[in-house]
């Protein structure tokens, strides 16, 4: 069957003119993006109402067509709002159901004139930056609940002291706020990273035309100004191929994970029997179907998981980018997906981090308990650095205390004056002042240490962002 003019607007396709066979049908089925990429409807509605406005500026088509394009598609929107809009047989994409249906609901004599010097793209690459922006800045407000979160929790409960870990050994007590307030501070350069990039992306491409720039002499900045971008591209081979915000959006999303994913493992490792220092709400947890006694943390290992499908998506997508020669081709059309995918995951994931961190119920017990007194032997070398001796030598010294105690299976803590003071005689009657969890935690209180005042300056710092 040959393309005719005569078939209806629907069938024939945006770009039939020099097509006279048909697609294979599952050439159709693997070129369409309308599936996945109606999602940016209204993105693509708004960028056409501002095309339509910039094209009658210069007296390409008259201020009554910009009038009825303008309204056509406010009520294409309305469909798409109110869940109206059919998705026929040949809405290739967004863009062509778009305009096949103007053309419906206005004549096509007059939705023929939307497309005047544009592609889909400069269109794509513009629908598509909208609506990472505006959907972006989303997740910047999800993302400082969570900190937010964090913040008031730290503040709460500033007394409670743990073991700090290296190498998930015990190493030195911390305040129980300092370690939330540690990944706190990850989230936060989260947010900045997404606020920059929304930034960094917030540049039109609209006016690149297919790749070469647009003939109508189109207002550009009007565009930028109609549609909220601070900057144009300033290439047009540059505007239709650059897809950088989408490696960097999928790097942040991946990165971002990794955060969730080691703060859950944190959690997970806390709420296991041997540690027992945090307990999941229920509303977080499930049980087993066989062993009656179970209750999993699925929340916080669902988050840990879906770390690696945020990264996949991005590997993915850069593997696609970099076989790209300049300037659109339509590998890029797999650009989206990811974005999205990474979008849902990233916004669920948010939450339920937000969620589990505010219901959570901390044994501050159990956190004492696991205290030993061997997690002082560092302050126990810095009290003789305190009489005067090199630090490289109280190291040796409180190892050797370390030694002693265990093989008189005591604690250093147990040992004489007189032990002391046969291991070093700058040793004196206040050594026994260093077996104080509190005091060591006191001590470290230059910035960013675990002091309280230390862990109150981040608390008041975190909140000054917040505001
Ligand atoms: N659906 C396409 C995409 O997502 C739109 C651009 C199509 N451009 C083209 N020259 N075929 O990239």
Redesign the pocket.
């Known amino acids: 069957m040959t393309t005719t003019t005569a078939q209806t607007p629907a069938a024939r396709k945006l770009?039939g003119g020099r097509f006279t066979g048909k697609n294979d049908p599952l050439m159709e089925k693997f070129n369409?993006?309308?599936s996945f990429?109606s999602r940016f409807y209204k993105a693509d509605i708004v960028g056409s109402q501002a095309y339509a406005k910039a094209l009658a500026l210069k007296q390409i088509i008259t201020d009554d067509e910009a009038s009825k394009l303008h309204d056509g598609l406010d009520k294409v929107l309305a469909e798409w709002e109110s869940n109206k809009f059919v998705i026929q047989d040949g809405d290739?994409?967004?863009?062509?159901a778009n305009e096949r249906r103007l053309g419906e609901i206005i004549g096509t004599s007059i939705s023929g004139k939307l497309h005047t010097g544009r592609?889909?793209?400069d269109?794509?690459a513009t629908d598509?930056r909208i609506w990472v922006r505006d959907e972006g800045r989303k997740l910047v407000v999800v993302l400082k609940e969570l900190i937010a979160t964090a913040v008031v929790r730290a503040e709460n409960e500033i007394d409670v002291i743990m073991p700090g870990y290296t190498h998930l050994q015990r190493a030195q007590p911390i305040r129980w706020s300092h370690l939330i307030l540690a990944h706190a501070w990850s989230w936060h350069a989260d947010c900045q990273r997404l606020e920059q990039l929304l930034d960094r992306l917030n540049q039109l491409p609209l006016g690149s035309g297919?790749l070469a720039g647009n003939p109508f002499q189109i207002d550009r900045d009007f565009l930028a100004k109609e549609l909220g971008f601070d900057r144009l591209m300033p290439n047009s081979l540059y505007g239709v191929s650059d897809r950088d915000f989408v490696a960097e959006f999928l790097f942040w999303a991946s990165l971002t994970m990794v955060h969730i994913s080691r703060f859950s493992e944190d959690l997970i490792i806390y709420s296991t029997g041997e540690f027992g220092f945090v307990q999941l709400a229920d509303a977080y947890s499930t049980g087993s179907s066989l062993m009656p006694q179970k209750k999993n943390p699925d929340s916080l290992e669902l988050l840990r998981g879906k770390s690696g499908r945020v990264f996949g998506g991005m590997t993915g997508f850069m593997m696609a980018y970099k076989g790209t020669p300049s300037t659109?081709n339509?590998d890029?059309?797999e650009?989206?997906e990811p974005v999205f995918d990474a979008y849902d995951t990233l916004m669920g994931s948010l939450q339920i981090t937000t969620g589990v961190l505010s219901t959570l119920t901390i044994r501050p017990e159990r956190m004492l308990a696991s205290m030993s007194i061997d997690m002082l032997a560092t302050d126990l070398a810095e009290y003789l650095v305190r009489k005067g001796v090199p630090f490289r030598e109280t190291h040796h010294i409180s190892g050797e205390a370390v030694r002693l105690a265990e093989e008189r299976k005591c604690t250093m803590a147990d040992l004489s004056l007189a032990d002391f003071k046969a291991l070093h005689p700058s040793f004196d009657e206040d050594v026994s002042q260093v077996w104080n969890f509190e005091q060591s935690i006191e001590n470290r209180c230059t910035p960013g240490g675990t002091s309280r005042a230390t862990v109150q300056a981040q608390i008041d710092s975190l909140k000054s962002f917040l505001q």
């Open positions: 770009w369409a993006s309308i990429d290739e994409d967004i863009h062509t592609s889909r793209n269109q794509v598509f297919a659109y339509k890029l059309q650009d989206k």
